[in-house]
Every structure is written in C-alpha cells, then in structure tokens.
C-alpha cells in the first residue's frame, strides 16, 4: 500500500504490457490483469507492446485487447494515451499536438 501511494502521489509512469503479461504467464489471462484496479487507484500507466513479434501483438493490439476484456469507455483509452505522451521525452510542442489528435479522437 505504501509504494502504491507514492507512485500515485508522485505520478511515477508505469509501463504496463497486457498481453507479455499474459505470455509470460504474469497473469493466466487477461481477465485477471490488475490493469482496471491500477487505474482506480489512480496510477500512471501507459499500455506497450514490450516484443510484439514474440507476444503476437502491437500497441493496437494491447489497446484493442484490454477494450473488449474490461469494457474500457474512450475516456479511459484517452487517458491512457494521454499518460504515454506525458511520460515521454517528446518536445513539448509534439506533446501538444498528440494532445489535441487524443482530443479529435475523443469528440469523435
């Protein structure tokens, strides 16, 4: 509990690979993953691909996945894709524009 308090308290990003999780058997199935309560607890995690040749899955594949298993809304897909742009070394002006790709995709 308390490592978990300071990551949220210090926004520390965390890099979360759903479906390596489940290949390397970290998890036996996606269903399980703590993806949902990570993001209740307010955590800064971004979803990755890890080896996508090996794990049989791309940065959409991951997304795509943790979707269709937890029902995730667009907001909660933007906010992910937000968490990865802000944890990023990109220039500040790249971010912004990330920013408003996420904002286009979100007003649909």
Known sequence: PELV???VREQVPLTVCPLSN???RGVSTLAEHPLPAMLEAGLSI????DDPAYFGGYVDTNYTAI????G???DQLAHL???SVDSSF?????????????DRWIAG
């Open 5 to 7: 308090a300071r990551l």
């Open 22 to 24: 489940v290949a390397l």
């Open 46 to 49: 971004s979803i990755h691909s």
């Open 67 to 70: 979707q269709q298993t937890f």
């Open 72 to 74: 995730l809304s667009r």
């Open 81 to 83: 894709a937000r968490n």
């Open 90 to 102: 990109i220039e500040d002006s790249r971010a912004k524009e990330l920013h408003s790709e996420i």
